[in-house]
């Protein structure tokens, strides 16, 4: 893929990206996510060239998740609830797991 392709399909300029091949500036937390949807890799990979699908099955500290998703969209309205809310809200989640392994 071309820098002017790139450039394209992220949404990102092209002389932005040509500052970070040359080693002049290094992409913002923002641009690191919609570099990994360009290319449809992990942050993890990306960052650290470590394979996360290579621990799938394992338990995880954190995700990495997209705000512009659905989860995204839960957890951004979830963390404007507060703790009473927040704990209703977990009951629900936890009956309807109960509901779906019976």
Do not use: H
Request: aromatic share 8%; charged share 30%; proline share 3%.
């Amino acid at each position: 893929m071309t820098q002017k392709e790139f450039a394209k399909e992220s949404g990102i300029q092209q002389s932005t990206i040509s500052e970070w091949k040359k080693n002049k500036t290094n992409p913002s937390s923002d641009k690191i996510l919609a570099i990994c949807k360009t290319l449809d890799v992990a942050p993890e990979w990306l960052l650290s060239g470590v394979d996360p699908a290579a621990s799938r099955g394992k338990n995880r500290e954190y995700y990495t998740v997209d705000v512009n998703t659905d989860t995204g969209l839960l957890i951004s309205e979830f963390n404007k609830l507060d703790r009473a809310q927040r704990d209703r809200i977990m009951g629900y989640v936890e009956a309807f797991v109960s509901m779906k392994e019976k």
